[in-house]
Structure formats: C-alpha cells, structure tokens
C-alpha cells in the first residue's frame, strides 16, 4: 500500500527558486553599498608583480651602466664636476721673470726671490675656479692639483698665491697655481683629485729667456 506525501509541484517551485537564488547570490562577488567587492589577490600574483618591478629597476639600471660616460679631456673655461662642485681653468700664461710683475700669479721678476727656472723648463702660471655647490664648504689645496706633458710625468706646483684655501658653501674661489713644464711643451694637462675629467690646454711657444 503506498502513501503519498501530499507534495505538489505547484507547492516546490517557491522552493526551488529559492535555492537558486541563494546559490547565485554565493557565487557572486559580495557587494557593499552598491559596489562589487573582488577577491584579493593571491600570494602567487603578488609575488608576480613584483619580480615585474624588480625586473624594470634592473633593465633601468643595466641601461645607465652601459651609456658610456664623457671622459674626454675637457678644454679651457670648461667646468668638470668634482666632489661637491666643479672646477674650470680660466687662463695659462708663461711666466717671464726677466721682466718684473709678469703674470698672475708668482712671477714677479728674478730679485723678487722667485727661484729661477731650471734649463730646459718653463714656468707656467695656471688659473683656476672652484665652485662648492653642495651646499658645503670646499678646500682648494694646492697639492690636489697636477700638470704633465707628453714625454714627462705629472708635476704637483712649484708656487701658489697666498690667498685663502676656503670656497664658502655655494661660493666660487679663483686661484693661482704655478707649475714647471719642459720649454718645448706645446700642450699641458691638468688634473685635480677628485674631479671626473682631465683639462687639455694648448701651450704658446716658450719665452726665449726659457731656452737659454
């Protein structure tokens, strides 16, 4: 003998629609005032992006190491970049100590107690500027400063001017330097420690008291 449970299909559907609903509602992205809210993303996608940003950091900085880098030689009135600032020869001119109060720097004739410049040499008076632009103050040291010429080693100066060694934050200071170069020299070099370039100047012919 069977017994029906008395359930209709008219009496189901309510129920079946219902379930429906709720199933779609969970596999939809949760909503907070109107507006969808997304999964996070995975550890695996997070990892992802940034190896990405690693990666472009790494090409950026492959790419600056491989653009080559002026070392050229730079010439006179240049600025070359040192540390803190930059540096500029503004004028080379011979020192002629047969005529007194010559150049700009220690020439001041032969009974000023200048020594007297060895056979085969000349003496050269360089000027040069430095800027502290650092915002901190720069010594400008005689000694950091070189001059050679093809055939000869470099040589530090024989004399300087006695002004002060101080260059004040964001200042410039000018000073005299003088070297001993062959007298048939036709080009010196200077270099300063420090700065990323060196300064080619092309050289005159030597006073005639120089060749004795």
């Known amino acids: 003998m069977s017994h029906s449970l008395g359930f209709s299909e008219a009496m189901l559907t309510p129920v079946i629609r219902s379930w429906r609903t709720r199933s779609a509602r969970r596999s939809s992205p949760r909503t907070t005032s109107g507006l969808a809210i997304r999964p ?3 550890g695996v996608v997070r990892r992802a992006a940034l190896v990405l940003v690693a990666l472009a950091v790494a090409v950026a900085g492959g790419w600056a190491l491989l653009t080559p880098r002026d070392t ?3 010439g006179l009135n240049d600025a070359v970049d040192v540390s803190g600032g930059w540096m500029r020869v503004d004028n080379v ?5 047969s005529t007194p109060m010559t150049g700009p720097g220690m020439a001041m004739g032969a009974s ?5 410049i060895p056979e085969g040499l000349r003496r050269i008076d360089v000027e040069i500027s430095l800027a502290a632009t650092s915002g901190e103050a720069l010594r400008f040291r005689p000694s950091a400063f070189t001059a050679d010429t093809e055939g000869s080693g470099p040589v530090r100066p024989v004399a300087a001017d006695d002004t002060t060694d101080l260059v004040p934050p964001n200042g410039l200071l000018t000073r005299t330097l003088s070297f001993q170069v062959p007298a048939d020299a036709t080009l010196v070099t200077l270099r300063s420690k420090g700065a990323d370039r060196s ?5 005159g012919p ?4 120089h060749g004795h």
């Open 40 to 42: 996070r993303p995975s």
């Open 72 to 74: 050229s030689p730079a």
């Open 93 to 97: 001119l011979d020192v002629d100590l």
């Open 112 to 116: 000023s107690g200048v020594p007297e």
């Open 199 to 203: 300064v080619d100047v092309p050289l």
């Open 206 to 209: 030597a006073p005639a008291a």
